[in-house]
């Protein structure tokens, strides 16, 4: 991959399978992320083809980036290899569901207190800390920290690349992983969960874990931000006046939304937010 890496940016994963097109839901985070800093870090986004992928991610994307060939367990595997993918020697991970609605400049400062730094809190529409426990039961139940990496930040360097690889190596090992804890036997793996892990068996590196409230977003799954299974954007009254006024119930998002439902990102949005760039 990049073996000169430089500079601090913004990275995604963007790798379609037949149920979701994620491409399109990185076209439409890179557009949210422009239409909204000022002062812009380059983009990169990590799909399954650069030759044949959405030919728009290429007019936002500084880096696009083909996956690997390597043997993984799933799609959420790829990050493990986050260090060797990012032409970055500082990166910002960001889920490619993710909408931005503010100016996260200002953010990097407190990234840069760490080598690692993850999310340890979610909002809801109020802007308020969400009541996550419907999912973070079984984060709770190990005493695991409740970390989330749908924004993330790592500096490259050999700590950060030793947790990356034991990340790896608890995807390659899942199902013995697993049953050195509690109720996760139903569970696929996934980058929260492995991450989460990985972070509490490497107790030697000081990782951004403490509740903050830096980085956030706001977190609009069912019965976090919304009392019901149905999706959101179905449910609560909502509109986007401009990439900086998302409002949700009578109430402006001052964080990023992490919409969750991928038929959010519709062709109508998107065109609302290439006007606006």
């Known amino acids: 991959m990049f073996k000169n890496k430089k500079g601090i940016g913004i990275l995604t994963f963007a790798l379609n399978n037949d149920n979701c097109d994620y491409e399109k839901l990185a076209y439409l985070l890179a557009l949210s992320y422009l239409a909204t800093n000022k002062h812009k870090l380059p983009l990169a986004v990590v799909v399954n083809d650069d030759t044949t992928c959405m030919n728009e991610l290429h007019d936002v994307y500084q880096y696009v980036i ?7 367990v799933n799609a959420m ?8 993918y990012t032409p970055f020697s500082e990166t910002i991970k960001i889920e490619s569901d993710m909408l931005i609605t503010c100016d996260i ?23 308020k ?11 709770k139940a190990n005493n695991l920290p409740n970390t989330y990496n749908g924004i993330m930040y ?16 608890i995807f390659k090992n899942w199902e013995t992983k697993i049953k050195q804890y509690r109720m996760f036997d139903n569970f696929p793996p996934s980058t929260d969960f492995a991450m989460s892990m990985a972070c509490n068996e490497m107790k030697d590196i000081n990782f951004g874990i403490n509740p903050t409230g830096l980085p956030g977003f706001i977190h609009a799954k069912p019965w976090i931000t919304h009392k019901s299974e149905s999706p959101w954007h179905k449910t609560l009254k909502w509109s986007i006046a401009d990439p900086n006024t998302v409002i949700v119930n009578g109430v402006k998002a001052n964080l990023p939304v992490h919409y969750y439902d991928k038929h959010f990102c519709t062709e109508r949005l998107i065109k609302q937010y290439e006007q606006a760039i």
Do not use: G
Not at 66 to 72: A, L, Q
Not at 117 to 124: A, E, G, I, R, S
């Open 154 to 169: 790592a500096r490259y360097c050999e700590q950060t690349d030793t947790y990356f690889r034991h990340v790896d190596t």
């Open 105 to 127: 400049n200002h953010w990097i400062k407190h990234f840069r207190l760490w080598d690692i730094c993850f999310t340890t809190q979610v909002y809801d529409f109020d802007n």
């Open 129 to 139: 800390i969400a009541d996550d426990k419907k999912y973070r039961k079984y984060i």
């Open 77 to 84: 595997h790829h990050e493990a290899f986050l260090m060797q």
């Open 66 to 72: 083909k996956r690997s060939s390597r043997s993984t």
